[in-house]
């Protein structure tokens, strides 16, 4: 007479011809354990003037937001997919769908497909991974622009987590994201770098939203445009007090 086994996890009777992986049924198994490490976010610089992306050292084609967004998932996969299991033999992405519209940060969900050791068919498990793409200008448009932008934003004061918090969620909106040069994190605050000063009166409205703040601008001359006029570059110097 056959021994009956069960699962340690959901009680279940193994039937004789069926896997039991560490003590566990395969469905049991699949839920417990990860059989691919694949992180769960991922951030890429994308150049919002021409459309390139940034991969490792290389600068690679231009693209929409959407599609580089998830040519730069696929390249880290077919580089970097590897099992997080010694049950794993062999593993493949059966496929990538993003979560929602794609933008500059999406969700994917990526289904793995897999052979385990001991088990006849090969098994699937989806993970969802974050892409984040991070505004920049490859070396080609800077050369082209000279890196310039036409408002810096002083945020000073006590840097906490809240004040990062704010600025990173108005940093990522659709509506600055875009317009984002560089971001410079210093000792006493941030100084970001923008393109639109459109985009610098959001910054200065949402943080006024949760903190009291000072404000004083000022405005130099930085050069001359093709047309022979003065090129003007505003400083908002804004100064967080406390939160309200």
Not at 29 to 51: M, T
Not at 206 to 213: L, M, T
Request: proline share 5%; net charge positive; with cysteine.
């Amino acid at each position: 007479m056959a021994r009956l086994t069960r699962c340690i996890r959901c009680g279940r009777i193994v039937g004789e011809g069926e896997p039991l992986l560490e003590g566990m049924c395969l469905d049991c198994f699949l839920e417990e354990r990860r059989l691919a490490d694949i992180p769960e976010r991922l951030v890429f610089e994308y150049c919002r003037s021409c459309g390139s992306f940034r991969y490792g050292y290389r600068w690679l084609e231009s693209l929409p937001l959407e599609e580089a967004s998830r040519r730069y998932l696929e390249l880290y996969l077919s580089e970097r997919l590897r099992p997080a299991h010694p049950l794993v033999e062999s593993l493949r992405v059966a496929s990538i769908e993003p979560i929602h519209k794609p933008s500059w940060r999406t969700l994917y969900k990526v289904t793995v497909e897999a052979r385990l050791k001991g088990v006849e068919e090969p098994v699937r498990q989806d993970y969802i991974v974050e892409v984040r793409a991070v505004p920049s200008l490859c070396p080609a448009c800077k050369n082209d622009r000279g890196g310039d932008y036409n408002v810096l934003v002083q945020v000073r004061g006590r840097v906490t987590p809240e004040l990062v918090e704010v600025l990173a969620r108005v940093l990522d909106s659709d509506r600055v994201a875009p317009w984002v040069v560089d971001v410079i994190e210093g000792r006493n605050g941030f100084d970001i770098l923008l393109r639109d000063r459109g985009a610098a009166s959001r910054i200065v409205s949402e943080v006024s939203k949760h903190f009291v703040v000072s404000v004083k601008k000022s405005a130099e001359t930085v050069g001359i445009t093709s047309r022979g006029l003065e090129r003007r570059r505003l400083t908002i110097s804004l100064r967080v007090r406390r939160p309200r």
